[in-house]
């Protein structure tokens, strides 16, 4: 058997066996299940956080645009450290000192039921779309690394994400992150030495072999923001793109389940602070990293073939095809598979938070829960929850066969999303005269904005990007209604 089938198969074994093991030993509770019994310490929460926030498009999409652009293409997952070291002197402290669950809970709390259930269903379906566009990249990972074609890689490796979250929940996920961030890590570390060593370090990148329609940008290699205005949906088709990327990561770490989770299974506020700052630092080396490695792709491999029609400026063989170049059969296999596994980990936290806004914010409201009604045992909670995980997981790996693509979704998912809740939570914490009327309208046309600019062809006639339109449309809508509204009260 092919060497790489070997190594592929064992670790997933491992995964699917974290996931039984846990199931047995730790989750007793519906606590357990979601947030691991909040008892994690600052080691597995930061190494958590820094696995669910590198994903598909800081991988394989980062790598692929430094092909063409060079290290700025690094932003991509660099973009994640600001909105975390705010995070961490913002919104998270105060998450873990309410004890929640969820972040609509707090949107519930802090303006109301209608507003609540605006920002659960939004989260429930940006989570969907969001693990779909992972599905998608981890199961081209696959396909492009093993025998198997798109689909049938697609839905292999997506149930395996969707069987160890279903069956471990919390527990599975943080310490599958841990082990999964720290092999990745080592992993592209080595894989960029070798690539370092085999050009001959880093002054041999200042002269890269020509690729066509990007002959001009080898000179800038080097330079932290280079783009080449392409289409508007491409990465870095923009002149304000980097701008654009520290936005969608900002608001996304504030608004998404998936983060919230990671911060709400801390032990106390001091680890869930620290635990963001050392995510936060790590984004620095590991982001480079990404991007060196499709530079050195560049240099070592300058034929691969374009993607096609540059509607999407991603080389996605870039990585894996670099890594099978300068690699061992074997040491290939577990690089590509850890490869595989950190897009799991940002997969399985975004699925077990999909659940939790369904069990915690949506199911209570529409059975029109009261203190009257039986309450579900441990057991009863727990199995609804797996069903939810295997629902939502279910209906992403649809869309992943579908509907492929993974930068543009997860922008559309930020403006709609992520984008959308930002100014609500963090006007929500530090203004009082914000209210539900302001909040359900900032969510609202923060979407429309950014999804109408991109769809519209303004973001291409103006080489504005969405969510840089999107991010003030909202504030301003939140201010005025909030304004008008109370004035109407009075």
């Known amino acids: 058997m092919d060497p790489l089938w070997l190594v592929f198969a064992a670790y997933f074994a491992v995964l699917l066996l974290i996931g039984e093991v846990f199931a047995r030993l730790k989750v007793r509770t519906l606590d357990d299940y979601l947030l691991s019994g909040r008892e994690h310490g600052v080691a597995v929460t930061s190494l958590s956080l820094t696995a669910t926030v590198i994903g598909a498009g800081s991988t394989l999409g980062s790598a692929g645009v430094a092909y063409y652009v060079g290290v700025s293409a690094g932003w991509y997952l660099l973009s994640a450290g600001p909105g975390l070291v705010l995070l961490a002197y913002t919104l998270a402290p105060t998450l873990r000192e309410m004890s929640l669950y969820t972040v609509p809970e707090y949107v519930g709390r802090r303006y109301g039921g209608w507003a609540a259930i605006l920002a659960a269903v939004l989260g429930v379906l940006a989570l969907a779309l969001f693990v779909a566009a992972q599905f998608y990249a981890m199961g081209s990972l696959v396909a492009e690394t093993t025998p198997l074609d798109l689909r049938p890689a697609i ?12 069956r471990g929940g919390n527990w599975a996920i943080h310490w599958s992150d841990t082990f999964q961030v720290i092999l990745i ?10 690539a370092l060593d085999r050009v001959g370090g ?18 800038r290699w080097f330079h932290p923001v280079t783009r080449r205005p392409v289409s508007g949906w491409a990465p870095f088709a923009l002149g304000n793109t980097v701008l654009a990327w520290i936005v969608m990561s ?3 770490h ?6 919230a989770q990671r911060i709400l299974s801390g032990r106390d506020v001091t680890v869930v602070r620290r635990s963001c700052l050392i995510a936060a630092a790590l984004t620095l080396p590991v982001g480079a990293m990404f991007a060196l490695s499709g530079m050195g792709a560049r240099m070592i491999l300058p034929g691969l073939e374009s993607p096609g029609a540059m509607q999407m400026l991603e080389q996605v063989r870039a990585l894996p095809a670099l890594v099978e170049a ?14 595989v596994a950190i897009m799991m980990s940002t997969c399985d936290s975004a699925l077990l938070g999909s659940a939790a806004l369904i069990v915690k914010d949506l199911s209570p409201r529409f059975r029109g829960d009261d203190a009257g009604e039986r309450k579900e045992t441990p057991e009863e909670e727990i199995r609804g929850s797996r069903r939810l995980v295997a629902i939502v997981g ?18 559309l998912v930020a403006a709609v999303y992520g984008v959308a809740l930002f100014w609500p939570l963090i006007l929500g914490r530090y203004w009082s005269g914000a209210n539900e009327a302001g909040a359900i309208a900032s969510m609202v046309s923060s979407g429309l904005a950014g999804v109408g600019w991109r769809w519209g062809g303004l973001e291409e006639a103006t080489g504005i990007h969405m969510l840089n339109v999107a991010l003030p449309v909202a504030v301003i809508v939140l201010f005025a209604v909030s304004r008008i509204s109370s004035r109407a009260e009075a």
């Open 202 to 219: 880093l002054e041999a990148f200042r002269q890269p072999p020509p690729t066509a329609g990007f002959e001009e940008v080898g000179s």
């Open 185 to 194: 890590v080592v992993g592209i570390g080595l894989v960029v030495a070798f």
């Open 155 to 166: 839905v292999a490796a997506s149930l395996v994400v969707i069987a160890y979250t279903w």
């Open 394 to 411: 279910g209906g992403a790996l649809v869309t992943a066969l579908l509907t492929p693509g993974l930068v543009q979704t997860l922008e």
């Open 326 to 339: 300068l690699l061992s059969p074997a040491l290939a296999g577990l690089v590509l598979a850890s490869l």
């Open 254 to 259: 504030f608004a998404m389940q998936s983060t």
């Open 250 to 252: 900002t608001t996304w």
